[in-house]
């Protein structure tokens, strides 16, 4: 089985926890390493260039989408799927411009979050329900 490494930033520990036990639900999943803001997961992208970057917007030091364009200069190959308790249909489109694939609203993420996780590690877009502007 090939296991898919993923890094987890938020700067909620709950909500952390919360996100590892809905990905252990699978075994392929593996959190690697978690961070509490937006500059220690540019740090750790760097040295772990993880498969898969699992990134709030809101974060400090330095928020998801600033951290997500260094990410993506640092570790090009890591996929990085937004999960966010904002909805706002600009946040989404900026977040998205950043390379990232995907997006969940965090009140979808039970629902969502490994639907998210497999199109994204696929390399296509997932765009979660419940974001300003969409139907």
Known sequence: MLL???LI???FEAWRREVCLLLRGRPELQVVCEASDGSE???KADDLKPDLIVLDIGLPKLNGIEAAQRIRQLSP???ILFL???NDLEVVQAALGTGALGYVYKMNA???LLSAVDAVLLGKQFVGSGLTGRN
Do not use: G, L, T, Y
């Open 9 to 11: 930033a938020d700067d």
């Open 110 to 112: 039970r629902k969502e």
């Open 41 to 43: 997961a540019v740090q």
């Open 4 to 6: 898919i490494r993923i």
């Open 84 to 86: 966010s308790q904002n």
């Open 77 to 79: 190959n890591s996929k």
